[in-house]
């Protein structure tokens, strides 16, 4: 089964950093472009990040440029985001999801980030 | 950015009803506009894509149309498990925006 499964989240300090990693399995995952979408409680979807799937080309939400960096590792089928400067507005569900060729295909479960002192 | 904006926000329906949720896009986006279901708890799930294409697996109750700025998800016949929050995005310009959502429950 095509499966994406994140990891990495939890509870942080504002300032504080976290790195999420996503697992793909099922798929062949070099490629295809991936992004990140969250969801803060209660509320919609917000695309976050985006990189090729090369990883030459990289695109990041302005509320959170600067703060972020997405990379992968082919090699080993893992996507992860690096997030800085963590505020209150930034806890939310993060989704790892595959781009396919006819939009946001593929879901992981989510991994939540609480952003709280 | 383009902003989505669905209507209406939240409806009431029962077992059996037509539902019908609209799109809005702040400018033009041709047919580059995917919709998803998210049941409580659960990741979004893509239901159709460029408008009007039914993702393999999605039931032929949902359908979608339009094209320009207006946009339309009709669910024929809504069943139990269709009882969830719709999203609208686009992907004609970056960023990919989605619209604020329509939660679909129960009458």
């Known amino acids: 089964e095509v499966q994406l499964v994140e990891s990495g989240g939890g509870l942080v300090k504002p300032g504080g950093s976290l790195r999420l990693s996503c697992a793909a399995s099922?798929?062949?995952?070099?490629?295809?472009?991936m992004n990140w979408v969250r969801q803060a409680p209660g509320k919609g979807l917000e695309w976050v990040s985006f990189?090729?799937?090369?990883?030459?080309?990289?695109y990041y939400a302005d509320s959170m440029k600067g703060r972020l960096t997405i990379s992968r590792d082919n090699a080993k089928k893992s996507l992860f985001l690096q997030m800085n400067s963590l505020r209150g507005e930034d806890t939310a569900v993060y989704y790892c999801?595959?781009?396919?060729?006819?939009?946001?295909?593929?879901w992981g479960q989510g991994t939540t980030v609480t952003v709280s002192s | 950015d383009i902003q989505m904006t669905q209507s209406p926000s939240s409806l009431s329906a029962s077992v059996g009803d037509t539902v019908t949720i609209t799109c809005q896009a702040s400018?033009?986006?041709?047919?580059?506009l995917n919709w998803y279901q998210q049941r409580p708890g659960k990741a979004p799930k893509l239901l159709i894509y460029d408008a009007s294409n039914l993702q393999t697996g999605v039931p032929s109750r949902f359908s979608g149309s339009g094209s320009g700025t207006d946009f339309t998800l009709i669910i024929r016949s809504l069943q139990p498990e269709d009882f969830a929050t719709y999203y609208c995005q686009q992907y004609d310009k970056r960023p990919p925006t989605f619209g604020q959502g329509t939660k679909v429950d129960v009458k």
């Open positions: 990189i090729s799937s090369s990883g030459s080309y990289k």
């Open positions: 099922e798929f062949i995952f070099s490629s295809y472009n």
């Open positions: 999801v595959r781009a396919g060729r006819y939009g946001m295909d593929v």
């Open positions: 400018q033009a986006i041709s047919d580059y």
